[in-house]
């Protein structure tokens, strides 16, 4: 009982019971207490089957003589102390049971926690990082902006100067043919006028 309340109330000897029960749990420790909970089960089950036996024989005999009374009330008090430590054992067992997965919950709460903790800071600086970033890109995207336009305009430029090109290497072609020309009938005239003049 007093088990109970220690593990119930957060006293100093509490971590003491915590520790010493674990290591009852270790090794050898389960299957003794095991074999002594079935034994003190078996012994209680007889100490029932005695008060049985003793309150039949009283029900049917109709008066029950003074040592039958007090073999009832021993056995009747063997039985229920044996039923209150068996239940007792399990109680503290299922409370450590309880309090050992409690404290290993807060202890992954709390590091969960550190890590969330850690994540929002590290989130902090991050969003510091990229608003820095954005601030950085705002005048390079005014740049690249700029830059286009100026690649617009050179190219409709290089553009139009392409079609001038072009226009021109025509027209010279033209007038390459037309010198061609003017050179044939050049020599036609001047073959015509010694002709003549012999």
Same mark, same amino acid.
């Given at each position: 009982?007093?088990?109970?309340?220690?593990?119930?109330?957060?006293?100093?000897?509490?971590?003491?019971?915590?520790? +010493?029960?674990?290591?009852?749990?270790? +090794?050898?420790?389960?299957?003794?207490?095991?074999?002594?909970?079935?034994?003190?089960?078996?012994?209680?089950?007889?100490?029932?089957?005695?008060?049985?036996?003793?309150?039949?024989?009283?029900?049917?005999? +109709?008066?029950?003589?003074?040592?039958?009374? #007090? !073999?009832?009330? &021993?056995?009747?008090?063997?039985?229920?102390?044996? +039923?209150?430590?068996?239940?007792?054992?399990?109680?503290?067992?299922?409370?450590?049971?309880?309090?050992?997965?409690?404290? #290993?919950?807060?202890?992954?709460?709390?590091?969960? &926690?550190?890590?969330?903790?850690?994540?929002?800071?590290?989130?902090?600086?991050?969003?510091?990082?990229?608003?820095?970033?954005?601030?950085?890109?705002?005048?390079?995207?005014?740049?690249? &902006?700029?830059?286009?336009?100026?690649?617009?305009?050179?190219?409709?430029?290089?553009?139009?100067?392409?079609?001038?090109?072009?226009?021109?290497?025509?027209?010279?072609?033209?007038? !390459?043919?037309?010198?061609?020309?003017?050179?044939?009938?050049?020599?036609?005239?001047?073959?015509?006028?010694?002709?003549?003049?012999?």
């Amino acid at each position: 009982m007093a088990l109970i309340v220690i593990f119930v109330f957060k006293t100093p000897f509490r971590k003491l019971v915590i520790m +010493g029960i674990d290591r009852i749990k270790r +090794g050898h420790g389960p299957i003794v207490v095991k074999t002594v909970a079935a034994t003190v089960f078996v012994v209680m089950m007889s100490s029932v089957y005695n008060v049985v036996a003793i309150h039949r024989h009283w029900i049917e005999d +109709g008066d029950i003589n003074p040592t039958e009374q #007090i !073999l009832l009330a &021993k056995h009747l008090l063997e039985a229920s102390l044996m +039923g209150f430590s068996l239940f007792l054992a399990f109680m503290i067992d299922k409370l450590h049971h309880y309090i050992r997965e409690l404290r #290993i919950r807060r202890k992954t709460m709390e590091a969960a &926690k550190k890590q969330n903790r850690l994540f929002e800071d590290g989130k902090t600086q991050v969003s510091e990082e990229i608003k820095a970033l954005e601030e950085e890109m705002a005048p390079l995207r005014a740049r690249i &902006k700029q830059l286009q336009s100026e690649l617009e305009k050179k190219t409709e430029e290089a553009s139009n100067a392409e079609a001038h090109a072009l226009a021109l290497k025509k027209q010279s072609e033209g007038f !390459l043919m037309e010198y061609d020309h003017l050179l044939e009938e050049n020599q036609s005239l001047r073959s015509q006028l010694q002709s003549l003049d012999r």
